[in-house]
Every structure is written in structure tokens, then in C-alpha cells.
């Protein structure tokens, strides 16, 4: 294991071409300036800030590879490709397409067209020492690149794994979609139950022109992991972007999102599904800035909270002079399953410009006691009552997943979770 300092960063940016150094030393730069987040500050409030990163190191070498995941690979079918990223360390690769699928380390080390801008063009390391450390340490990862007007049709996999008690780990995934291009990819992020473990992940998506790039993210990190996650999207002209995160692990997870429509005519959809327990912490943070005219958004998250566990949502739509004709909204429905546990929810508006059609919404409350007792004049006792409830509200979210075939797994996964809550709740 190798600590977060400066002998550790010579060794991990060993080897880099010019632009790539400079980027890690900015992030190192940012690093040793930047204090750990405050919990007072708006960005961190309603939740415990993840343990100090001097006290956590990266691996050597990575561990070995948990076994696919059947219920979401055999869902899926057949892919585009396949990736496996172990600690944060690329252990395999194998695609089959036009374009790109390779190894991050390996693109930057081989300076593969596309990689540098892309990268320019992601995640900003400044952004807190999470960030800033993902940038100086950090390297390795998946690049996807499609050339101008391919259309995969079939998504890529790539299978984040975090294995050694102890580590923090910097896996990123990169995806440049040129003008006109089509893709989808599905990212599994995933670690064993009782693996204390810190992991930080980026992904930085870039449409261009006419492009479409659908990411899935399904997050089940085990219940001792703790992961920060900072996402940016950008859309070009008439570019359609979307982000869609199916939340159910860790002990605490966080993701923000930034997404910058910057042509006219781009689209962006950001579509969640969470469900804490036990005393889990699920924080998300999106922001959506419209820079151009005639662009559209929506955000749309549903999640619960049971036994002592914490969900927060914060959201901005921000609206700039030159964002006319804007059409954008967010919702957040959350249910609060248990008297423990809590749901925070704050959606925001920022509006520059003065033609725009924009809404936001929230809501947090228990389940419904008018419709537990129509199902239960119908026969249905109080426990299946409930879980119906449980069932019904999340469909809204589970039909709209872009990956059709992942929608039977997902709703057994968030059902057995339901269970397991209802099971403890019953037991003496």
C-alpha cells in the first residue's frame, strides 16, 4: 500500500506524456491546498464527511477480480464490450466496435487521439480533496471512443471493483462520443459486504454534435465502503445526454453531477433510484447548466429511507442570459419507511433569462395511509398493502431505466431490500 504523498505521486505519473503530468500536477497542487470538506458548508451539509484521505493509500497491485455479476451481465445480453477495473486498475478488457474501448492508462500512455481532449474537458480537480486526489493519484480507468456517426447498438460493461480493506481507490471512465455518434454504457460498481474501503470515481461524458450517450450506473457498493463520486456531462449541439443511477449500497455514497449543455438544441436526463437502511448515507448532488438556447432537462429521482438511514438531494437548474427558450425540471419523491430515518430534499432554480418554461418539485412523506386502506378493504392485508405501495411508487422509475432488459433484476434487488427492512422491523 502506498500512502498519498509525493513520492507516491512520482511514482504513479511516472511515464506520462507532458500533458498528462500537468494535469496530475495541477491536481496535486490542488491537493495539498485544499482541506477536507467542512460539514457546514451547503455542499456538505446533512451528512458525515467520509474518513481523511491521509490516513487511507493505494495498492500496489490490485486484488482479485470478484466473479461477474449474473443477475446484471445475463440481463444485459449481449455487449459492445466488456471491462473489469479492479482498485482502480484496469485488469481486463475485451470489445469488439468501431472506435475505442480500451484501457485509460494505456490511451494516455499511447496518446490516442481523443483522449486529451476529452479529458480536458471532465471532471475539474478543484472541485474538493476528493477530486483533487482522484487527479493527482488516480490514472487508470476505461476510455470509450466513437467515432463520428457509429451507432453501437449494443451497450458496454464496465465492472468497477473495489477489493482491499484499507485502500482508496481512482477508477475513471471516460467516454467521447464524436458528432453524430450513439452509445450506451452500463457501469457496475460493486465491492464485498465488510471490505472498508474508500473509492472515488469519475466519469466524464462528452457528446458532440447530434450525439447520443446513455450512462447506467448501478451502485452496489458493499455496506462498509465508502464512495465519492464526481460526474460531468457535456452536450453539444442537438446532443443528447442522460445519466440514470440505480443507488442501493455502501455505508455511504455520494455523486455529484455536473452537466453543461452548451449547444443549442442539447438535452440532458438525469434519472434515480435509491434505497437506504441500516445506517446508510445516499447524497446526491446535480447540477444542470443550460449555456445555450433552446435546450432541454429533466431530473427525476425517487428513493426511500428505512431503519436510521439518510438520503439527500440537492439539485440546480441554472439558467444562463443566453439559455433562451429553456425547458427544464426536476423532481424528487422520497418515502420515509421508518421513524429513524430522514430524507432531505432541495431542488433550486437559478434563472437568467427571461423565455423559459421551468418547474421543480419535492416531496417527502411516509407511505400513503388512504391507499393502504383501499387495499386493504380489497382484502390485501397490511404487509402486502405496503409493499405494493413500495412497489408502485418506484415503477415510475424502474420503467424509465434507458437499459430495458436491467428493469426485472433491479426491481427484485430494491424488493429483497424492502424485505429485509419489513424482516428486521418483525423480528422480536
Known amino acids: 500500500m502506498l500512502p498519498l504523498d509525493h513520492t507516491t505521486f512520482a511514482r504513479v505519473t511516472s511515464g506520462r506524456p507532458e500533458w498528462a503530468r500537468e494535469r496530475a ?15 457546514k458548508l451547503e455542499e456538505w451539509r446533512y451528512v458525515d464527511v467520509p474518513p481523511g484521505l491521509p490516513d487511507l493509500a493505494v495498492v500496489e497491485a490490485p486484488g482479485t477480480a470478484l466473479e461477474p455479476d449474473e443477475s446484471i451481465e445475463g440481463a444485459i445480453g449481449t455487449l459492445s464490450g466488456r471491462a473489469v477495473v479492479v482498485d482502480g486498475v484496469t485488469v481486463s478488457v475485451d470489445a469488439d466496435g468501431p472506435g475505442s474501448f480500451v484501457s485509460l492508462a494505456d490511451a494516455v500512455a499511447r496518446d490516442v487521439p481523443g483522449v ?24 487508470d480507468g476505461i476510455f470509450v ?6 451507432a453501437l447498438r449494443e451497450p458496454y460493461l464496465v465492472d468497477l471493483q473495489a477489493i482491499t480493506p484499507g485502500s482508496v481507490t481512482f ?29 472515488v470515481p469519475q466519469f466524464d461524458v462528452i457528446g458532440g454534435s447530434d450525439a447520443s450517450v446513455s450512462v447506467t450506473t448501478v451502485q452496489r457498493w458493499g455496506d462498509e465502503t465508502v464512495a465519492v463520486a464526481h460526474h460531468r456531462m457535456v452536450g453539444g449541439r442537438d446532443a443528447a445526454v442522460s445519466l440514470s443511477e440505480f443507488g442501493l449500497g455502501g455505508s455511504s455514497a ?62 440546480l437548474i441554472r439558467i444562463e442570459p443566453e439559455g433562451q427558450k429553456t425547458n427544464a425540471h426536476q423532481t424528487n419523491r422520497n418515502l420515509v419507511l421508518s421513524d429513524g430515518a430522514e430524507a432531505h430534499s432541495v431542488p433550486n432554480l437559478e434563472i437568467l433569462a427571461n423565455d423559459v418554461r421551468c418547474g421543480h418539485g419535492s416531496a417527502v412523506g ?60 418483525a423480528a422480536p
Request: proline share 6%; glycine share 10%; aromatic share 8%.
Open 25 to 39: 500536477d495541477r491536481g496535486l497542487a490542488a491537493f495539498d491546498e485544499l482541506a477536507m470538506p467542512d460539514p
Open 116 to 139: 486529451e481532449s476529452a479529458l480536458a474537458r471532465g471532471v475539474p480537480a478543484g472541485l474538493d480533496k476528493f477530486s483533487a486526489a482522484h487527479h493527482a493519484f488516480g490514472g
Open 145 to 150: 471512443h466513437v467515432p463520428g456517426g457509429a
Open 171 to 199: 477508477p475513471r471512465v471516460t467516454v467521447l462520443a464524436e458528432d453524430g455518434a450513439q452509445v450506451s454504457v452500463v457501469v457496475l460498481q460493486r465491492s464485498p459486504d465488510g471490505t472498508a474501503c474508500t473509492v
Open 254 to 315: 455520494r455523486m455529484h453531477l455536473t452537466i453543461d449543455l452548451e449547444g443549442r438544441g442539447a438535452d440532458a436526463r438525469v434519472l434515480g433510484l435509491y434505497f437506504g437502511e441500516s445506517s446508510q448515507t445516499l447524497d446526491y448532488r446535480a447540477f444542470v447548466n443550460h449555456r445555450a438556447p433552446n435546450t432541454t432537462s429533466e431530473m427525476f429521482l425517487k428513493g426511500a429511507v428505512a431503519d436510521h438511514s439518510r438520503s439527500v438531494f440537492t439539485g
Open 366 to 425: 411516509p407511505l400513503d395511509e388512504e391507499q393502504r386502506y383501499y387495499l386493504m378493504s380489497r382484502g390485501i392485508d397490511r404487509g402486502r398493502a405496503d409493499r405494493l405501495q413500495v412497489k408502485g411508487f418506484f415503477e415510475e422509475v424502474l420503467t424509465r431505466f434507458p437499459v430495458a432488459t436491467l428493469e426485472p433484476p433491479l426491481r427484485r434487488a430494491v424488493m429483497a431490500k424492502y424485505d429485509r427492512v419489513v424482516a428486521r422491523e
